[in-house]
């Protein structure tokens, strides 16, 4: 779920209910007094349970605890990204004139059939950019 909306840059986290539907949103982590134009754009989790997005000044990892681990800062402002390669750590950043790629430690967790067992770890919570 994506916001473009550069006075409020937080990521939520929801309880996802049985069917599917979503309920009791919290903001799990808050970047809006961050330097930067960048609202919030693509969203992604890996196999420890780290969250990748797109965010002011690069691409932030937080952790499943809503800590700060780093910011990746390319060449261009990443927007969306996915991982790949055959183990799952490549990182592939799509910006406006470039597509870059960054090798990781920790796997990332692919739609589901892909990795079996990091999608099964997903459900029961649900963590997305404010609609």
Same mark, same amino acid.
């Given at each position: 779920?994506?916001?473009? &909306?550069?006075?409020?840059? %937080? $990521?939520?986290?929801?309880? %996802?209910?049985?069917?599917? @539907?979503?309920?009791? *949103?919290? $903001?799990?982590?808050?970047?809006?007094? #961050?330097? *930067?134009?960048? #609202?919030?754009? !693509? =969203?992604? %989790?890996?196999?420890?349970?780290?969250?990748?997005?797109?965010?002011?000044? !690069?691409?932030? $990892? +937080?952790?499943?605890?809503?800590? /700060?681990? *780093?910011?990746? +800062?390319?060449?261009?402002?990443? /927007?969306?990204?996915?991982? *790949?390669? &055959?183990?799952?750590? @490549?990182?592939?950043?799509?910006?406006?004139? !470039?597509?870059?790629?960054?090798?990781?430690?920790?796997?990332? $967790?692919?739609?589901?059939? @892909?990795?079996?067992? #990091? #999608?099964s770890k997903t459900q029961g919570s649900l963590i997305g950019n404010? =609609?």
């Amino acid at each position: 779920m994506d916001d473009w &909306d550069t006075s409020k840059k %937080v $990521i939520m986290r929801y309880e %996802v209910k049985p069917g599917g @539907t979503l309920s009791n *949103g919290k $903001i799990f982590f808050d970047m809006t007094s #961050a330097e *930067g134009e960048d #609202a919030l754009d !693509g =969203l992604k %989790v890996d196999q420890k349970g780290n969250i990748y997005a797109s965010g002011p000044g !690069g691409l932030w $990892i +937080v952790s499943p605890e809503g800590k /700060h681990l *780093g910011t990746i +800062v390319g060449p261009e402002h990443p /927007h969306n990204f996915a991982w *790949g390669d &055959d183990d799952g750590r @490549t990182l592939y950043l799509c910006a406006k004139t !470039g597509l870059y790629r960054i090798r990781l430690n920790i796997p990332g $967790i692919r739609p589901q059939g @892909t990795d079996e067992t #990091a #999608a099964s770890k997903t459900q029961g919570s649900l963590i997305g950019n404010q =609609l």
